[in-house]
C-alpha cells in the first residue's frame, strides 16, 4: 500500500517539477522578446522553414481532408435527408477544427521534430556551449525566433488549410455528389460566422506556438549521444500533439460552449 | 587573474573534481594535463559557467565569477573546444567571425570576412576554405578553424581544449607556435589542456596535472622533468608501469 502511494507521489512530483520546468522555459523565453539583441536573420530563417516550407504539407493534408469530410457528410446526412448541408458541415468543421488541428498536428510532425533534432544535435555536439562562450545567448537565438515565427506564421498556414480543406469538399461536392458551385460556395460564406474563422487563427497561433517550444525544449534538454538524440524528438513530436490536442479541447470549450 | 579555490564536481556518484586549487597569473601560458577522463574539460567547462561546480570559488580578476556580469565576463573569453563545436549550417568564415556578426562587437560584413581570413591564414588554411561548411572539411581542418574562431575577437582570456589533437607534426608545430605567439605578443592568459607532451614544452610556462580529481603536482615547465613525483614523471615518460593504472 505504501509501496503504491510512494509510486503515486513520485509521478505526480515528477510531473509537477515538468511542468514547473516548462514554466520556467516558457518565461525564459517571453523575456527575451523586449531585450536585445535580436536575431532578424534566424527569425527570418526560421519564418521560412516553419511557414513556406509547409505549405505543401498542410495543402495536401486539408485538400484530402476536406474532400473525405463531403463524402462522410453527405453518407451519413442521405439517412435522414439531410444531404444538403454538406457545405455548411464541411465549412464549419475544417474552419473550426479539422483545419487547425490537422495543420497543427502535421506542424508537430515536420517542424517540431526538426526543431528538436537540430537543436539536440547542437547540444550534443556542444555548439549550444559555444554559442554560450561567442556571448550569444541559446534561448534568445535559437529559441525565440522559432517560436515567435511559429506562432505568427501557423493563423496563415491555419487559414490556407481551411479555405482549401473547404475548397477539397467543394470539388467533392459538385464534380462527385452533384452540388450547384455557385450555391455550395454561397451557402458555405453565407453559413461561417466571424468567431468561427477568429478561433481557427487563434487556435493556429497556440498551436503553433507549443509546436515549435516543445521543439526547442525537449531539444535542450537532450541527453549525451545518438539516443539523447532520438528521444528528445520522439518524446518533443508525442509531447507537441497532445498538447495541441488538449489545448484545442480547452479553447473549443472557451470559444463556442456557451 | 584566474584562481580556483577547492572546486568540487561529481556527476552522480562519479565524482570528478575532488578540492582543485590552480593560480593562473595574467599573461601566462598554463597548461593542464592529466589522463583521459580526469576531469581537464570539465575543469575548464566551470571556470566558463558551462557547468556548475557543487562547491568551490573560481575568480577571475579577483572577482568571483558567479557574482560577476555574465555578458561582459563571456566577452573577455574565447574557447576551443576539444570536439571543435563549429556550427553546422554556417560556412567556415561566419563561424570565425560568429562574434563580430553580431552582437556588441558587430560590424560590417565585409570586414568581418576580412578578419575571419586573416585569422584562417594564421591557423594554416587557405581562404578556399573560407565558403565550404564544417562538414566538408577534415577533423584537423575543424579543429583549427575552431582555433580560428576562438582567437578571432582577440580575447584576453583563451581556453584550448586539446588544439594539436588530430593534427600531423607540421601542423601541430605551427599550433604551437601560434598559441605561444598569441600569449607572448598580445599578453593573453591561456590555459591549454593537451596530452601531447612536446606541445606542453612548447607552449607552457606553468604546468598542472589532474590527477584523482585534484592538480596532484604544478609548477613551472622547467622543474617539470626532475619534480620528483612519481604521478607527474609517468606521464611524461608515458610508461605502463607506475603508480596510475592503466585501466581507468
Ligand atoms: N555532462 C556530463 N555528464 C556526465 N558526466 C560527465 C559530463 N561531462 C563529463 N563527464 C564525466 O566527467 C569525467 C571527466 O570528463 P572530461 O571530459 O573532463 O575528461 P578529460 O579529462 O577532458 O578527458 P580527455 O582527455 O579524454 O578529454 C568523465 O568521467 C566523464 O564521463
Ligand atoms: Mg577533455
Known amino acids: 500500500m505504501s509501496r503504491l502511494l510512494a ?22 523565453t517571453l523575456s527575451h522578446l523586449f531585450r536585445p539583441p535580436f536575431y532578424p536573420r534566424e527569425f527570418g530563417h526560421a519564418l521560412i522553414q516553419i511557414g513556406y516550407f509547409s505549405l505543401p504539407v498542410v495543402g495536401l493534408t486539408a485538400l484530402f481532408t476536406g474532400g473525405a469530410l463531403a463524402l462522410q457528410i453527405y453518407a451519413g446526412g442521405s439517412r435522414f435527408d439531410a444531404q444538403a448541408v454538406v457545405p455548411q458541415i464541411v465549412a464549419i468543421g475544417m474552419v473550426r477544427e479539422l483545419g487547425p488541428v490537422l495543420v497543427g498536428l502535421m506542424i508537430a510532425a515536420r517542424v517540431t521534430s526538426s526543431i528538436a533534432a537540430e537543436i539536440a544535435t547542437m547540444k550534443v555536439t556542444e555548439q549550444i556551449d559555444a554559442l554560450v562562450t561567442l556571448s550569444t545567448h541559446p534561448m534568445k537565438y535559437l529559441t525565440l525566433p522559432r517560436v515567435l515565427a511559429a506562432t505568427l506564421v501557423m493563423p496563415v498556414l491555419v487559414g ?36 468561427d474563422i477568429i478561433s481557427s487563427l487563434v487556435k493556429g497561433a497556440v498551436f503553433g506556438f507549443i509546436a515549435a517550444l516543445m521543439g526547442c525544449y525537449y531539444g535542450m534538454q537532450s541527453d549525451r549521444g545518438a539516443m539523447g ?3 528528445a524528438t520522439k518524446s518533443s513530436v508525442v509531447a507537441a500533439a497532445i498538447l495541441i490536442l488538449a489545448a484545442n479541447f480547452i479553447l473549443t470549450e472557451a470559444f463556442f460552449s456557451a | 587573474m584566474i584562481r580556483l579555490t577547492d572546486l568540487h564536481k561529481s556527476f552522480g556518484n562519479n565524482a570528478v573534481l575532488r578540492g ?6 595574467k599573461g601566462e601560458s598554463m597548461v593542464v594535463i592529466g589522463g583521459s577522463g580526469t576531469g581537464k574539460s570539465v575543469l575548464i567547462k566551470c571556470i566558463l559557467g558551462l557547468i556548475t561546480p557543487d562547491s568551490g570559488v573560481i575568480e577571475v580578476d579577483g572577482q568571483d565569477v558567479t557574482e560577476a556580469d555574465r555578458d561582459a565576463f563571456l566577452a573577455r573569453f574565447g574557447m576551443l573546444f576539444q570536439g ?5 549550417s554556417l560556412p567556415v568564415w561566419q563561424n570565425v567571425a560568429f562574434r563580430l556578426l553580431r552582437g556588441s562587437l558587430k560590424r560590417p560584413k565585409s570586414e568581418a570576412r576580412e578578419i575571419a581570413i586573416e585569422k584562417l591564414r594564421r591557423v594554416g588554411l587557405s581562404s578556399d576554405v573560407a565558403d565550404r561548411l564544417p562538414a566538408e572539411l577534415s577533423g584537423g581542418m575543424q579543429k583549427r578553424v575552431g582555433l580560428a574562431r576562438a582567437i578571432a575577437a582577440n580575447p584576453e582570456i ?17 599550433i604551437n607556435d601560434l598559441i605561444r605567439e598569441i600569449v607572448t605578443e598580445m599578453g593573453a592568459t591561456a590555459i591549454t589542456i593537451t596530452h601531447d607532451m ?43 608501469e607506475g603508480p596510475i593504472e592503466a585501466i581507468r
Not at chain 2, 582543485?20 to 597569473?25: A, C, G, I, N
Open chain 1, 7 to 28: 509510486a503515486i507521489g513520485a509521478t505526480t512530483l515528477g510531473l509537477l517539477a515538468a511542468i514547473g520546468r516548462l514554466a520556467l522555459f516558457v518565461g525564459e
Open chain 1, 160 to 195: 490556407i488549410g481551411d479555405i482549401i480543406g473547404i475548397f477539397g469538399g467543394y470539388l467533392v461536392g459538385t464534380e462527385r455528389l452533384g452540388f450547384n458551385a455557385a450555391a455550395y460556395l454561397k451557402n458555405t460564406a453565407d453559413f461561417l460566422t466571424r468567431l
Open chain 1, 229 to 231: 538524440v532520438g528521444r
Open chain 2, 20 to 25: 582543485v586549487d590552480l593560480h593562473v597569473p
Open chain 2, 84 to 88: 571543435g563545436a563549429l556550427f553546422d
Open chain 2, 158 to 174: 583563451i581556453f584550448f581544449d586539446e588544439p594539436t589533437t588530430g593534427l600531423d607534426p607540421i601542423m601541430a608545430g605551427v
Open chain 2, 198 to 240: 612536446a606541445s606542453v614544452r612548447a607552449i607552457a610556462d606553468d604546468v598542472a596535472m589532474l590527477h584523482a580529481g585534484k592538480v596532484r603536482w604544478s609548477g613551472p615547465v622547467s622543474k617539470m622533468d626532475d619534480s620528483g613525483d612519481p604521478y607527474l614523471h609517468q606521464f611524461i615518460t608515458g610508461s605502463a
